[in-house]
């Protein structure tokens, strides 16, 4: 092969690289301070919704917004979105994951935290639904006994087919080492927790991530990157699928017993069902076709995963160092936020290593 040849096909292999990846990543927003650093996203209808919680970091902005115009507007309004001296289930204080349900609502978990402030409050954290007009449809208490200190409600999943008034799933990642899931009934407001500190859910042992390229091993004693157990959550059909934010693993189990509170712990137990490895991730995300979707760090990608367990990495760039909530839309985009909160400076030797604009993006799928 000459030298000609070669020049050429590295030509076109850049070319194609560039054409895959870094081409085809949209930058909706640039978020600037005072404004926080987000999380949660839920698009419908067009419309595009984000949730900016303050458990590690306490901040005193707006703490869910509808992005218009490149601006934010608090959603449904001030009073509920900012901090307030009213009772904490008026209010949402640290609100995190985000979804919509098969009528376009939005579903917020709260998960009632916020940095440098012991414990989590009866009433703040809690499951709010609302509708577009900013109505709110449900709001649903996680209160003792099943709420613990230590729990971090982290994203959920709605699902209309089972219950009365439907069923919210719930990936609590723990700020301690106790992570699960939690099952709420929506018409009964009754909850229940799973799966604790089962296999699934926790943090695998022996741990090592890259954060924008630099290893980080997970150690209980010395945390130098976000961590703990079940994190993203996707539900296709009649199957809720999960991932722990330290681990590997992809897990998922039947609807139909999950949301049966009758069905034993260990029932629950012997029918979770290992999906096979995956890239690590925060978010999850899922589309009409039974594909999910990874916002997988360490490559600085978006990932999906078809129902035969086949993967493709949709786009790459350097700007996804922390992709973290992830929103599939019905006209074929995948939307991400882009955190920094692997530069917190709790992961860094008390060095805030964050450096706005914190991004939302999205990706043209077809």
């Known amino acids: 092969m000459n030298r000609k040849t070669v020049l050429s096909i590295l030509f076109l292999i850049g070319f194609m690289t ?109 499951v709010v639904c609302f509708a577009t007009s900013g109505k709110v449809l449900a709001s649903i208490p996680i209160s003792t006994p099943v709420l613990r200190q ?17 069923t919210v799933y719930i990936a609590n990642s723990s700020f301690g080492t106790t992570p699960s899931l939690l099952v709420v009934d929506i018409a009964s407001g009754k909850s229940r927790e799973v799966l604790e500190n089962h296999y699934s859910t926790g943090i695998q042992k022996g741990y090592v991530a ?34 722990s934010i330290t681990g590997r693993g992809l897990y998922s189990i039947s609807t139909d017993s999950l949301s049966d509170f009758s069905i034993s712990e260990g029932d629950l137990e012997r029918v979770v069902r290992y999906e096979g490895d995956r890239p690590s991730c925060d978010g999850l ?39 973290d909530g992830l929103a599939c839309t019905s006209d074929g985009y995948l939307y991400a936020t882009v955190g920094q909160w ?13 450096r706005p604009p914190y991004l939302v993006v999205r990706v043209k799928l077809k």
């Open 18 to 126: 560039n054409s895959a990846f870094a081409q085809s990543l949209e930058v909706v927003a640039r978020i600037m301070p005072p404004d926080p650093d987000m999380s949660g996203i839920a698009v419908t209808g067009g419309r595009v919704f984000l949730g900016f919680p303050r458990h590690a970091d306490n901040h005193k902005g707006c703490a869910l917004a509808e992005l218009k115009n490149g601006k934010l507007i608090p959603f449904p309004n001030k009073e509920m979105t900012y901090p307030s001296n009213r009772p904490y289930k008026d209010w949402l204080v640290s609100p995190h994951g985000m979804t919509t349900d098969s009528k376009g609502n939005i579903w917020v978990v709260d998960d009632g935290k916020r940095a440098g402030i012991d414990g989590i409050p009866e009433g703040a954290a809690k």
């Open 150 to 166: 230590d729990m971090h409600l982290n994203d959920l999943r709605v699902d209309l087919k089972h219950g009365k008034k439907g």
């Open 210 to 243: 890259f954060l924008e390229g630099e290893a980080r091993a997970y150690h209980p004693n010395n945390i130098t990157l976000p961590s703990g157990g079940a994190d993203g959550i996707a539900l296709i059909g009649n199957r809720l699928f999960w991932t």
């Open 285 to 323: 995300a899922e589309d009409s076709d039974g594909n999910i979707y990874f916002s997988a760090y360490e490559q600085m990608a978006l990932v999906k995963r078809t129902p035969d367990g086949q993967f493709k990495t949709i786009v790459r760039d350097k700007r996804l160092g922390w992709p």
């Open 342 to 354: 692997n530069r917190l400076p709790g992961f860094n030797g008390g060095k805030d290593l964050r």
